[in-house]
């Protein structure tokens, strides 16, 4: 019976690299000379630290594009408040991956709906759609594609 399976994974590799480039863009940008503005990651939590708001903002937009041009979706971002201690400001930013039970559930009854023969289940961090047509699998993951859902969506694993 044909299947596949509906996932939001990151490649982390390419998250490192993406960090690393916009580490080396602050350390050569002038308007950074001086400052100890940076950018550490922490398995997918990015801290970006510098000494203004202003900076914050121009670090968010390098960070942006670094990830962008590293195939990663800026979808999966979880951006927090700037939080000033002293001289510095610290943002936090969350990569999430992963589908969890509430948005599984949300694909689930997006499938339901649609009416296609098609059965989907959540397994721990993903959905599996099962069916006896590949055009309604095919159907399904156009469908899936068009809807508008807060995290980026991959499908693996078809199988005929």
Known sequence: MPSFDIVSELNAHEVTNAVDQANREVGTRFDFK???????????VITLSAQADFQLE???????????????????????EPVT????????????????????????RLIKDSK??????????QVRVTGKSRDDLQEVIAMVRRSKLDLPMQ??????
């Open 58 to 80: 121009q670090m968010m937009q390098i960070l942006k594009l670094k990830l962008t041009k590293r195939g990663i979706d800026i979808v999966c971002m979880k951006v927090d």
């Open 155 to 160: 499908f693996t694993n078809f199988r005929d």
């Open 85 to 108: 201690s002293g001289t510095t400001v610290k943002q936090t930013v969350t990569l999430r991956q992963g589908i969890d039970s509430e948005l599984g559930k949300k694909l689930q």
């Open 34 to 44: 001086g400052t100890d503005a940076k950018f550490e990651l922490n398995d997918l």
């Open 116 to 125: 296609l023969k098609v059965q989907a289940a959540i397994q721990d961090k």
